[in-house]
């Protein structure tokens, strides 16, 4: 039985866990319970290796009255907390940020494909749009190669970071879009050669030409990655477009062997030899109904929820679903912020969840500033209390390269948008320039939605980086297991636990250093990165990625060349057995490292 609350809190301190879920058809709690599950299979597992840790008690949904009469109630689950060595027992209550039922509506596969689609042309209306144009994703781009690719770039300094970005900044400011420069990349180097050498009282020409070398590898990282996104795009509607024809072309066969169509339709004779007999159209059809359903499924339940989410412009229509998400997600952590009984806050997010949880700090955050310009990380709502923001499966840097990012003539316009955003570097996440909320994403590549986070980083990094954790989940880079099982993984689950139990990895709870404490406190020693090493992988996304190109190549063979289909397939054929060998083989071990 579901016991009521008496008030908004219980008598006693603790710690609230706010978990905001990932998309697709998500039910209420369901995946903040597979969180508990885990941390107390996680705390069971060590205390059969003579590691006891701790135990939980009293696991029970409880209900807060409802703000309004009439309306449903909140529901939370309760914990208790019981440390070894007759410790003092924690309270514990995991709530949810749930939002799913907003993006309850119908949704068509058709219109979803069409717009995702339709993201094609992103990368190259980016490539296209003048070097001082859309700075937050340049930056990003800069800090995702300081941080994960050093070795791409040439001899440098690790203040040539903070100095490429404080010049980037300035190349739009107005004072530099006067006179001739239109804000391309060669202009960009003819400015970092005006303020380091020209008109200088102490030129500084071998700074100058660090810069510039290193502003080039910049470049080259980022159309690189313009580039990657391009095919990446291409072999998604490829591999769709493949997975519709196989359907087509079965049916067609199946239809064909039973009314010999190909005189009626005297076009398709031509791929009659590639049909075959009964057991290729059979292998046509299922094959292809798989992969549509598949591929439908993913872009329904997935794919539509991300498309209604990143309505960023207010005069779309899918924007209203976004500010009720918003609304909603505000009010749970205005809730929970506000009980004087609650002491720490972590909040943790999956998936889409990610992209919800990060725009409901900065929402939250704007309303503070609005009333304490000062200190908005103080008050109205006590956001100081938000110590940890853990993430996993995150898209945070994808829905800002498709999304968010934006062009604009008006350079007011852009610094406005800038400052009211909001980065890791200012409130909730940072106080008076220095790091407040301590923001760990594990991501892993196997997961194609993951991966490290650079975009929400302020121009100077070491003020607040995220702290991307690298989980190397399965053998094989299994991408719907990679993105839905990180709680399968000790090391996501050891740092959960740490983090919700233990409060480790805080910087709150950091001592300042030396003498007196005149040294401060050591802000990086408590960063967990940089996880797992990426290994050997690659090969089979390569392996992946190869597959509908090779299909596409073979029928083009065929119909184009003559080629008989046991020829030009046998390579698509091999890698397709390839890949499933070794697939089934890693979900038959399961995670690398399970607890």
């Known amino acids: 039985m579901i016991e009521p609350e008496a008030s908004t809190s219980e008598p006693g301190r603790y710690t609230a866990v706010v978990h905001f879920h990932g998309m697709g058809s998500q039910r209420r709690l369901e995946e903040t319970s597979r969180m508990i599950d885990a941390l107390d299979s996680y705390q069971y597992a060590e205390f059969k290796a003579g590691r006891p840790l701790g135990f939980f008690r009293k696991i029970e949904p409880r209900l807060i009255p409802a703000e309004t009469a009439g309306s449903e109630p909140d529901a939370y689950i309760r914990a208790t907390f019981f440390p070894p060595q007759d410790a003092p027992a924690r309270n514990l209550r995991f709530h949810e940020a749930y939002w799913a039922p907003v993006m309850a509506e119908e949704k068509s596969a058709l219109s979803v494909a069409l717009w995702l689609v339709a993201q094609w042309r992103r990368?190259?209306?980016?490539?296209?749009?003048?070097?001082?144009?859309?700075?937050?994703?340049?930056?990003?781009?800069?800090?995702?190669?300081?941080?994960?690719?050093?070795?791409?770039?040439?001899?440098?300094?690790?203040?040539?970071?903070?100095?490429?970005?404080?010049?980037?900044?300035?190349?739009?400011?107005?004072?530099?879009?006067?006179?001739?420069?239109?804000?391309?990349?060669?202009?960009f180097l003819a400015f970092i050669e005006q303020q380091t050498v020209t008109g200088k009282a102490k030129p500084e020409p071998v700074r100058a030409a660090r810069l510039q070398a290193v502003a080039k590898a910049w470049r080259?990282?980022?159309?690189?990655?313009?580039?990657?996104?391009?095919?990446?795009?291409?072999?998604?509607?490829?591999?769709?477009?493949?997975?519709?024809?196989?359907?087509?072309?079965?049916?067609?066969?199946?239809?064909?062997?039973?009314?010999?169509?190909?005189?009626?339709?005297?076009?398709?004779?031509?791929?009659?030899?590639?049909?075959?007999?009964?057991?290729?159209?059979?292998?046509?059809?299922?094959?292809?109904?798989?992969?549509?359903?598949?591929?439908?499924?993913?872009?329904?339940?997935?794919?539509?929820?991300?498309?209604?989410?990143?309505?960023?412009?207010?005069?779309d229509l899918g924007n209203r679903k976004r500010q009720e998400i918003l609304t909603a997600a505000r009010r749970t952590l205005t809730r929970v912020l506000s009980?004087?009984?609650?002491?720490?806050?972590?909040?943790?997010?999956?998936?889409?969840?990610?992209?919800?949880?990060?725009?409901?700090?900065?929402?939250?955050?704007?309303?503070?500033?609005?009333?304490?310009?000062?200190?908005?990380?103080?008050?109205?709502?006590?956001?100081?209390?938000?110590?940890?923001?853990?993430?996993?499966?995150?898209?945070?840097?994808?829905?800002e390269y498709f999304f968010e990012s934006s062009t604009s003539t008006s350079h007011r316009y852009l610094r406005v948008q800038e400052v009211l955003r909001g980065d890791t570097g200012g409130p909730p996440f940072a106080h008076n320039r220095k790091p407040h909320i301590h923001w760990i994403n594990f991501w892993d590549d196997g997961d194609i939605v993951s991966g490290p986070l650079s975009s929400p980083m302020p121009a100077q990094r070491s003020i607040n980086p995220i702290d991307n954790f690298h989980v190397k989940g399965f053998a094989f880079p299994l991408p719907g297991a990679s993105h839905t099982r990180y709680l399968s993984?000790?090391?996501v689950v050891a740092r959960l636990w740490d983090v919700i139990i233990n409060r480790r990895y805080s910087y709150l709870t950091l001592q300042n250093r030396g003498e007196n404490g005149k040294l401060g406190k050591d802000y990086p020693s408590v960063l967990i990165r940089p996880g797992k090493g990426r290994g050997d992988r690659r090969w089979l996304q390569l392996l992946a990625i190869a597959l509908p190109w090779s299909l596409a190549i073979a029928l083009g063979l065929f119909l184009f060349a003559g080629i008989k289909p046991a020829i030009g397939f046998a390579p698509s054929a091999a890698i397709a057995v390839l890949l499933f060998v070794l697939a089934i083989r890693s979900v038959v071990e399961g995670p690398l490292e399970p607890f």
């Open 123 to 187: 990368p190259f209306q980016t490539l296209g749009t003048p070097w001082r144009q859309r700075q937050r994703l340049r930056r990003a781009s800069l800090i995702d190669q300081f941080e994960n690719y050093p070795q791409s770039l040439p001899p440098h300094e690790e203040t040539d970071l903070a100095s490429l970005i404080t010049l980037y900044d300035d190349f739009e400011s107005p004072e530099a879009r006067r006179g001739p420069s239109k804000g391309s990349f060669s202009d």
């Open 339 to 399: 009980d004087k009984q609650c002491e720490r806050v972590v909040i943790t997010a999956h998936s889409l969840g990610t992209t919800i949880a990060h725009d409901t700090l900065l929402s939250l955050t704007r309303i503070n500033r609005s009333e304490n310009r000062d200190n908005p990380i103080e008050g109205p709502l006590p956001l100081m209390k938000i110590e940890h923001f853990i993430t996993w499966g995150s898209p945070i840097d994808k829905v």
């Open 489 to 491: 993984h000790l090391p």
């Open 220 to 315: 080259r990282h980022y159309v690189g990655a313009e580039l990657r996104i391009i095919f990446l795009l291409t072999t998604v509607i490829l591999a769709i477009a493949l997975a519709a024809a196989a359907v087509l072309l079965g049916a067609f066969a199946a239809a064909n062997a039973i009314l010999d169509l190909t005189s009626a339709v005297p076009p398709l004779a031509p791929m009659v030899p590639l049909l075959g007999e009964a057991g290729s159209i059979a292998l046509l059809l299922v094959t292809g109904i798989l992969g549509l359903a598949g591929i439908t499924g993913f872009l329904t339940d997935a794919l539509g929820d991300v498309r209604a989410w990143a309505s960023y412009r207010e005069t």
